[in-house]
């Protein structure tokens, strides 16, 4: 039933033509990751690839969205969110990095995307980084040319050494439900995000036992950064990049947009962008049983299994089929290489232990 409600939310929006009214504009940029260049030797130079989207709000898209979910899933929908979901990306605008020794422009793709990549030199990173728990970030300005819109965006430093826990999100830390389209859509429209019980304060632990770096790599898209980041907030997790995909009303539907293929490869990529990117830094994989992260896990660690220390799977503990279904994907993996929890409490605050 509720597959039925996405689908006529589909339509109605897909169908709605150009009455944006008097609409709110934004714009909204990711944390992101830069690596040393490695074009030269000694590396003095980071390349970091920005993400963002240029929006405006379609007030009339989101109400006919609201009304589609009040009848699917209640009435308490919040309201920032679909804002979110159903505004137009603004295509083909400049958008400029301000407070760099030279200004950094360009344009905004077709969804209203921001995608492009920047050297940047160690003196010029110097003078913007922070220190962010055990790691450094450098802080930037982007602002939309000949308009008063603006953001602050953040970089994450993943030099050659050291520790990154590389974590997904959805079912792993936060209650989102992806095996159940209805549990989706209430997660996503209706309720407060709710962590994992115990996730913040071991991801706390390690962060500050190990010094260690954290990413995020979900499929949740990027519209739900501003309010992922607002819980990551208020929980009280660790910092750092976050690597998510863009929900467009040309993909089936949010349902089929969590299910996609395009999900393993987008994961499958990011993490081999870290690992490709570094030398001799060590990753520690975090993911759950309810969709693929083990398959996913288990083929990167069998071309990475120096450089992957250890692989934690959410799982319910009474969940026999689904241990079942690890011991087969991890079947080629060391037994002390990967492990299953359910909550926090289940996760060792001593990772490398033997």
Not at 225 to 238: D, G, I, Q, S, T
């Amino acid at each position: 039933m509720v597959d039925i409600f996405v689908y006529f939310i589909f339509i109605f929006i897909t169908t709605i033509d150009g009455f944006l009214f008097d609409a709110n504009k934004g714009l909204i940029l990711l944390p992101s990751v830069a690596f040393r260049d490695r074009s030269k030797n000694p590396s003095i130079n980071w390349i970091f690839s920005n993400q963002g989207w240029y929006y405006q709000e379609d007030i009339l898209k989101a109400e006919v969205m609201k009304t589609t979910l009040r009848i699917a899933i209640g009435p308490n929908i919040n309201m920032n969110r679909v804002k979110l979901f159903t505004a137009e990306g603004q295509e083909h605008e400049t958008v400029c990095i301000d407070n760099f020794n030279q200004r950094i422009c360009t344009r905004t793709d077709d969804e209203g995307r921001i995608k492009f990549t920047i050297r940047i030199g160690n003196n010029e990173i110097n003078r913007f980084i922070q220190s962010d728990g055990n790691g450094a970030k450098m802080v930037y300005q982007m602002s939309v040319l000949n308009n008063n819109i603006h953001a602050t965006g953040e970089v994450y430093l993943c030099d050659d050494n050291g520790i990154t826990f590389l974590s997904d999100i959805d079912d792993t830390i936060k209650f989102t439900g992806v095996s159940s389209s209805t549990e989706i859509l209430r997660n996503t429209f209706s309720r407060d995000f709710k962590p994992i019980s115990g996730m913040p304060d071991i991801y706390r632990y390690w962060q500050n036992k190990y010094k260690a770096t954290f990413a995020y790599i979900t499929e949740s898209p990027d519209q739900l950064y501003p309010f992922l980041r607002e819980f990551f907030n208020r929980a009280n997790f660790p910092l750092g990049s976050f690597h998510m995909r863009h929900f467009t009303w040309f993909d089936k539907n949010f349902i089929a947009f969590f299910m996609s293929n395009n999900y393993v490869t987008h994961k499958t990529q990011t993490i081999s962008m870290f690992l490709n990117n570094t030398s001799k830094r060590r990753f520690i994989l975090l993911g759950d049983i309810f969709q693929k992260d083990p398959e996913i896990y288990a083929s990167l660690y069998m071309k990475y299994p120096n450089r992957i220390a250890k692989i934690f799977i959410r799982k319910y503990k009474n969940d026999i089929n689904g241990q079942k279904r690890l011991e087969r994907v991890f079947n080629n993996i060391p037994r002390k290489k990967w492990a299953t929890f359910e909550t926090g409490s289940d996760l060792p605050k001593d990772i490398f232990v033997p």
